[in-house]
Nanobody, 121 residues
Framework: VRLEESGGDRVQAGESLKLYCVVS????????MGWYRQAPGKQRELVAS???????TYADSVKGRFTISRDNDRNIMYLQMNSLRPEDTAVYYC????????????????WGQGTQVAVFA
């Protein structure tokens, strides 16, 4: 399983960005997915997650500003980020919980390499 993020950029506060996470390779099924971020000198934190059925959860810091979604047919997850703030500056990673071979395979997580988001005042 391979995850590839894209869409990161350097933007001014108040602007918007949309991040993409494409899942490729051989696998049985993808389950919960999520976006995480890690700012310099800080621990990686959950930004938003989404179930296979499309039920989202958000960190308090992004509620009302970010929207997570996914396309199960195309194996793509999105993160629409509006009203960006300097404190949103971080490397954003996507994660996918999946089974490789069949429904009896132990679920495991796969991570992407990250995409940089920089927000300046």
């Amino acid at each position: 399983v391979r995850l590839e993020e894209s869409g990161g950029d350097r933007v001014q506060a108040g602007e918007s960005l949309k991040l993409y996470c494409v899942v490729s390779g051989n696998f049985f099924s993808i389950y919960d997915m999520g976006w995480y971020r890690q700012a310099p000198g800080k621990q990686r934190e959950l930004v938003a997650s989404i179930t296979y059925a499309g039920v989202p959860t958000y960190a308090d810091s992004v509620k009302g500003r970010f929207t997570i979604s996914r396309d199960n047919d195309r194996n793509i997850m999105y993160l629409q980020m509006n009203s960006l703030r300097p404190e949103d500056t971080a490397v954003y990673y996507c994660k996918a919980n999946h089974r490789l071979y069949n429904r009896y395979t132990t679920p495991q997580d796969a991570w992407g390499q990250g995409t940089q988001v920089a927000v300046f005042a």
